[in-house]
């Protein structure tokens, strides 16, 4: 019996009787006879719920402090499982990011992972203690500030914690039984996957299926951590996330493995800029020196009549003034003549690696939104995924679409949402 690392989200420790349900989780583990690492999140929408109050108190809150006031929901989720494990007559310590030895860059509100020095947890559990740690949080490597490392950044802790001590299994324990076809919030008749390959859910976490963090995902690729991803709801059986499936883990060869859709993204519309070399390279560097990552970028053709042209990219909200800021500082230099902002727009994405090997898939993609409905605003490609832009409120529709259209939808069970509230 080896090391497990179980990761416990919000929705799962939501209340005192959700803490009370994961802590008896977390001791049947201890009882099986493994070493027990848990990370957790904060409670419920806390997190959201500290954001609100920060920005009634400052509209761009400074980004040392904002970090230091979310850890504080991880700090109580952390401190009560401890208790609620202890009141079982088992023995558990909780740690900060911290002092767990989670070692990030410097960059405020999304810090990157360096290093994992888990001297401290390593002694807990040499003790016979179960090693509880907070989510999300960890400090920085050159001014030992406390950062956070973007939302949902507690599936990274967990994967960075299982490499760094060698753990046989990383199980990310949420509200729903696994990962699904598509977001069952969204789609009822979405399939639970048996298993699925790092590749293809990197690309739906990158697409925005937040079941799993991207970053997490790319982690546990890098040190082939395997993740077991499934409900704390429910004693079933999940996802497993790997290289390769094991065991008795079925495969379907299915050509494509899901539908993914975000709408937590904004459109940036620079609009008059001048169709000569360098003025992307411009735009895009105001961008970068900002430190905001954009995700599909479109030019339109300019106008023979102007010779100037259009570009369109979108980026998180949450990025949104940031980058309007960059970009207007930089107007005169780079010389366009507006920018146009819109945050109502929504992404869907279908992700498969049998995309490669199968002709027809763009168009039958294509023409289940356009059966739907449903207006392409920007169009983006890799290998074994497509992704369209259109208007926030066709999202659902053009989700259910393209899952039907791909012979995705089960026949039997309706997908089980357990908790949580979806924001
Ligand atoms: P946690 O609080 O446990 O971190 P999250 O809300 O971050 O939970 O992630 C779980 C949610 O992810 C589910 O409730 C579901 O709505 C959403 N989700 C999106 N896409 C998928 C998918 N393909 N499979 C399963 N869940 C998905
Ligand atoms: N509590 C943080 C969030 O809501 C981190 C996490 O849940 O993973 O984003
Ligand atoms: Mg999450």
């Known amino acids: 019996m080896g090391l497990v690392v179980q990761k416990y989200g919000g929705s799962s420790v939501a209340d005192a009787e959700g803490i009370k349900r994961v ?16 990370v957790v999140s904060a409670m419920g929408d806390t997190t959201d719920e500290l954001i609100d109050l920060a920005e009634q108190v400052s509209p761009i809150p400074a980004g040392r402090e904002f970090d230091m006031l ?46 994992v020095t888990p001297g401290r947890i390593r002694t807990a559990l040499d003790e016979g203690n179960i090693a509880i740690v907070a989510g ?53 008749k979405a399939q639970k996957i048996d298993w699925i390959s790092f590749e293809d859910m990197l690309e739906l976490a990158a697409s925005g299926s937040k079941v ?31 290289n390769e499936p094991q065991g008795d883990q079925q495969v379907e ?3 494509i493995s899901g539908v993914a859709h975000d709408v937590s993204e904004a459109k940036v519309t620079v609009v008059g800029v001048p169709d000569k070399p360098g003025e992307a390279a411009a735009i895009f560097r105001s961008i970068a020196d900002a430190e905001i990552n954009i995700d599909m970028v479109v030019q339109n053709v300019s ?3 102007t010779g100037l042209t259009d570009i369109s990219f979108t980026l998180p909200k949450t990025e949104g003034r940031k980058a309007i800021d960059a970009l207007e500082k930089s107007k005169a230099t780079i010389g366009f003549d507006s920018l146009r902002y819109d945050d109502q727009i929504g992404k869907i994405s279908l992700v498969g690696a049998g995309m490669k090997t199968n002709p027809g898939v763009t168009a039958s993609f294509f023409e289940a ?14 290998e074994i995924r497509i992704s369209v832009v259109t208007r926030a409120d066709d999202v659902n529709e053009a989700v259910r679409a393209v899952h039907s259209a791909f012979g995705l939808d089960s026949d039997s069970d309706e997908a089980v949402v357990y908790g949580g509230t979806g924001r």
Not at 23 to 38: L, T
Not at 80 to 103: R, Y
């Open 23 to 38: 802590a008896k989780r977390i001791v049947d583990a201890k009882k099986n006879g493994h070493q027990v690492v848990v």
């Open 212 to 242: 799993l963090l991207h970053r997490c995902v790319e982690y546990a690729r890098r040190y082939n951590i395997p993740i077991h991803v499934r409900s704390s709801f429910s004693g079933l059986r999940g996802t497993w996330v790997s």
């Open 70 to 115: 979310l850890t504080a929901g991880e700090r109580i989720a952390m401190a009560l499982l401890a208790m609620a494990i202890k009141n079982l007559g088992h023995e558990a310590q909780s740690f900060t990011g911290s002092q767990a030895g989670v070692i990030t860059d410097s960059v405020h509100n999304k810090a990157r992972i360096i290093d």
């Open 303 to 305: 106008a023979a009549s």
């Open 136 to 188: 999300f949080q960890g400090v920085s490597q050159d001014k030992k500030d406390i950062t956070t490392l973007g939302r949902g950044g507690s599936d990274t802790t967990a994967v960075a914690l299982a490499a760094a001590l060698d753990a046989e299994v990383c199980e990310i324990y949420t509200d729903v039984d696994g990962v699904f076809t598509a977001d069952p919030r969204v789609v009822k």
């Open 369 to 382: 939104l356009s059966d739907a409905g449903v207006n392409i605003e920007l169009i983006s490609t890799s």
């Open 253 to 255: 060869h299915a050509i």
